[in-house]
């Protein structure tokens, strides 16, 4: 697996320019968000204001004069207020929401397009983490985070602003404690953030852990490793305990380093408030009140630049995602006359026969070091039946993959129909090949829905005779509601056997040209098998087949079986005559057959 460490880079701000076209849509509700929380951080100044006008006037001159006016503008203010802050947060949650779905559907929508390669260089972890995660945190980014810096913002600097105009001298020295209150919060705002990181990773560490220990039982008890892996589970929760009392004292610190900053700033109001402000008490409650309401935004803005700092790390994996280029992509001139998988010309897509043909190919993976195929010919014209078998690495998965192109030769070509695949789109082949794995995948839905995939048009008859060739017709009418039972995320619900009749069907219901087993019946037991045999006996029939088999019994009957080894057809030939050659095929057959006899003998 190639995956990238999350190395943080603090001096990068500057992919958010990455996400600015996402905003676009988003422009009216940007504007509400921006002018609200303005408007609210003035409504926040004013209040001590209001209070400053209360104490020096009705108090201060004990006159009630305009005390109408001022309740009146007073619950304007108040209820003005509360409407912005109603009106930008629904802004805000708009341009969240809507960003963080524009941002998942557009990572989904280019997962499509990506190759095999891809997802096999990409855990599932990994790529669910960016289309879920990053997408959030970068929709919250520039909803929430955006909000409060603006807010907050906007209160920190209007304070200071009214207190520099009311009273420049007490107002220098409540500005001072600023900077101080600044670099205290980003040195613990640091500290924190590296705290819970190294928190998550400890979590996830002990889960993974805890999860193998499940998983893995018994195999844990066969080596008898248990108190190994206990000590090892043990050590790694009172690591987890350690770093989590240190972060609680962190937080604990850094709530009273919050507190010792307001009370610093109002000792100071208090100490020369009096002096400074002479008698007016209402100038002096108002510095009171800014002096300790200052601090929290403080503190807002700087989590809000750390925000967007860690923010950076989610952009920049998530764009990586989407410049992703696949590496197998139709030309635009083939693009142009079959279409692509989101706007198929089904209507310029010629029929396929079946006829595939290695001509002279070499073959390494993107990301592999060595060559897998040099210089291999292969011919196999449509309605043959080929096994391929071999040990495991010998390269016969990596034939069924060019054949499917799921990767394209590094050289030479593979020839379909007697025309380089290339040459027509990848849609137009898929849809004429059915392609069956070791590990069937079933989506979630019933098993009549998962039918459909293979051919959405099917009708009962269809569906009742693609089961009864598979003889899966009493594994169906087993399951509590037949063919509408629901088979669970991934098909989980059934066995693998069930899933694997299951997938044969649906390949029957596609009725494909070209049929690709990739070890279809390694993970069943034999009497699953048998019948599973029997299905691929009668499927193969008028189609192309390439039948990749672990048990070489199962490939008896195929019209050529190919052996290969690194990557070299080393024996072709009938059953028959590779038995009588008594080279590598029949080595292979002799030790599996003991081997089964064996393993039947002591089961
Ligand atoms: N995605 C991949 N990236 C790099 N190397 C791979 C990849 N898949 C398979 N290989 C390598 O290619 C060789 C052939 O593998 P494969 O075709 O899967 O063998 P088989 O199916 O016969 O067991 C092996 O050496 C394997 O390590
Ligand atoms: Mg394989």
Redesign the pocket.
């Known amino acids: 697996m190639k995956q990238e460490t999350s190395k943080q880079n603090n001096l990068k701000f500057f992919g958010i320019g990455k996400v600015i076209p996402y905003l676009k849509k988003y422009r009216k509700a940007m504007l509400g968000l921006v002018l609200g929380s303005l408007v609210g951080s003035l409504v926040d100044i004013g209040v001590p204001l209001f209070q400053r006008y209360a104490l020096n006037h009705f108090i201060g001159e004990g006159t009630l004069d305009t005390i109408v006016w001022f309740v009146l503008l007073y619950l304007l203010l108040i209820c003005g207020g509360a409407l912005v802050s109603y009106y930008s947060t629904m802004c805000s949650m708009q341009v969240e929401v809507g960003v963080d779905r524009d941002l998942r559907n557009r990572a989904f929508s280019h997962l499509q397009t990506l190759s095999f390669?891809y997802y096999?260089q990409n855990s599932v972890g990994y790529i669910h983490s960016r289309v879920m995660s990053d997408t959030q945190r970068i929709g919250g980014l520039v909803s929430w985070t955006l909000l409060d810096s603006i807010w907050q913002g906007g209160y920190v600097v209007g304070a200071v602003v009214v207190m520099l105009v009311i009273n420049l001298r007490l107002a220098l020295l409540v500005i001072a404690v600023l900077p101080l209150t600044v670099l205290l919060f980003s040195l613990f705002q640091r500290k924190l953030t590296r705290a819970n990181r190294e928190i998550r990773e400890l979590n996830s560490q002990i889960t993974g852990n805890f999860n193998e220990g499940i998983t893995g039982a018994r195999t844990i008890k066969t080596l008898v490793i248990e108190k190994k892996m206990e000590r090892s589970f043990v050590a790694d929760t009172a690591t987890m305990r350690r770093k989590s009392v240190g972060a609680a004292r962190l937080r604990g610190f850094f709530a009273v380093t919050m507190n010792f900053a307001s009370s610093l700033a109002l000792a100071i109001v208090l100490w020369k408030g009096g002096v400074i402000a002479k008698t007016q008490i209402g100038t002096f409650s108002m510095f009171m009140s800014y002096a300790q309401g200052m601090m929290e935004p403080v503190r807002w803005l700087v989590d809000a630049i750390s925000d967007l700092i860690t923010t950076q790390v989610n952009i920049e994996r998530l764009s990586r995602l989407l410049e992703t280029k696949p590496d197998v992509r139709d030309s635009d001139a083939v693009i142009a006359l079959y279409g692509d998988s989101f706007e198929p010309k089904r209507e310029n897509w010629e029929a396929l026969r079946g006829d595939i043909r290695f001509e002279d190919v070499s073959f390494q993976?993107p990301?592999?070091d060595e060559k897998?195929l040099e210089h291999f010919d292969l011919d196999i014209p449509f309605g043959t039946n080929v096994a391929i078998v071999?040990e495991?690495?010998?390269?016969?998965?990596?034939l069924a993959n060019l054949i499917c192109r799921f990767y394209e030769p590094t050289e030479g070509r593979v020839l379909i129909d007697g025309r380089d695949a290339r040459e027509r789109s990848q849609l137009w082949l898929h849809s004429a090949i059915g392609y069956v794995l070791q590990t069937p995948h079933l989506f979630s839905g019933t098993v009549r829905e998962n039918l459909l995939y293979g051919n959405p048009n099917a009708t009962q008859e269809q569906i009742d005779r693609a089961l009864e060739l598979v003889s899966a017709t009493d594994v169906v009418a087993k399951l509590e509601k037949g063919l509408d039972t629901d088979v669970g995320e991934g098909g989980d619900m059934l066995s693998t056997g069930e899933k694997q009749l299951i997938s044969f069907a649906r390949a029957i219901l596609a009725d494909p040209r070209i049929l690709v087993l990739d070890e279809a019946t390694a993970s069943v037991d034999t009497i699953t098998e048998q019948k599973i045999q029997a299905a691929i006996d009668t499927i193969i029939r008028g189609r192309t087949s390439i039948v990749i088999a672990h048990r070489l019994s199962t490939v008896r009957n195929a019209d050529v079986i190919l052996v290969?080894k690194d990557g070299k057809i080393v024996e072709r030939g009938r059953h028959e005559e590779l038995m009588r050659a008594r080279g590598t095929y029949y080595r292979l057959y002799t030790r599996q057959y003991e081997d089964e006899a064996t393993s039947s003998l002591l089961g």
């Open positions: 390669s096999n993976y990301d592999g897998i071999g495991t690495g010998a390269g016969k998965s990596t290969v």
